[in-house]
T-cell receptor, first 111, second 118 residues
Framework: QKEVEQDPGPLSVPEGAIVSLNCTYS??????FMWYRQYSRKGPELLMY????GNKEDGRFTAQVDKSSKYISLFIRDSQPSDSATYLC???????????FGTGTQLKVEL | GAVVSQHPSWVICKSGTSVKIECRSL??????MFWYRQFPKQSLMLMAT?????????EQGVEKDKFLINHASLTLSTLTVTSAHPEDSSFYIC??????????????FGEGSRLTVL
């Protein structure tokens, strides 16, 4: 079993839809959770960063962490074609430790 | 967010030659930088952790003599792929953690370097 599981997609939605992206994990020691967006042939771009459980909102993006269920989510409201990319979840046990990535979910927002 | 720059963004080389990729943190200092490798439609695979002033720490299965890492300063780490072969063709991405902020694990990535070995 992988430490972090993420549905690879692809996920195709119409413009304006609400998108829900999810990851599950097995290591209860993970404390810091991140979502990265990666466009084709580019490096990952940090979108959201969350410590421990709870919600965090930034514009059209909301990140949720449920440590009791070992489950994290990223919601994208009013999705746009420019949101089409691969979204990677990542997590770590502490600031100095390496990140563990999900496989990434490919999202396509269609006009 | 913090800026990490990689160079070159794309390189093509002949089999048997060596290629150097640079990773720079432009607006912050980083004692630790990370090198990842990514194959098409796959996630990032950590290759090694680059430590300023000391030897890099390699992940299991990564050949340290093939992938030479040097972290010469707090803003520069280099990855040299020695005697490159076609199977080394991949997307190499570096990342760094901002020392100046809270030690929270937040990582910033470079744009990546695409290596094609003929």
């Amino acid at each position: 079993q992988k430490e972090v599981e993420q549905d690879p997609g692809p996920l195709s939605v119409p413009e304006g839809a609400i998108v829900s992206l999810n990851c599950t994990y097995s290591n209860s020691a993970f404390q810091y959770f991140m979502w990265y967006r990666q466009y084709s042939r580019k490096g990952p771009e940090l979108l959201m960063y969350t410590y421990s459980s709870g919600n965090k909102e930034d514009g059209r993006f909301t990140a949720q962490v449920d440590k009791s269920s070992k489950y994290i989510s990223l919601f994208i409201r009013d999705s746009q074609p420019s949101d089409s990319a691969t979204y990677l979840c990542a997590m770590t046990t502490g600031g100095g430790n390496k990140l563990t990535f999900g496989t990434g979910t490919q999202l396509k927002v269609e006009l | 967010g913090a800026v990490v720059s990689q160079h070159p963004s794309w390189v093509i080389c002949k089999s048997g030659t060596s290629v150097k990729i640079e990773c720079r943190s432009l607006d912050f200092q980083a004692t630790t930088m990370f090198w990842y490798r990514q194959f098409p439609k796959q996630s990032l695979m950590l290759m090694a952790t680059s430590n300023e002033g000391s030897k890099a720490t390699y992940e299991q299965g990564v050949e340290k003599d093939k992938f030479l890492i040097n972290h010469a300063s707090l803003t520069l780490s280099t990855l040299t792929v020695t005697s490159a072969h076609p199977e080394d063709s991949s997307f190499y991405i570096c990342s760094a953690r901002d020392l100046g902020g809270a030690n929270t694990g937040e990582l910033f990535f470079g744009e990546g370097s695409r290596l094609t070995v003929l």
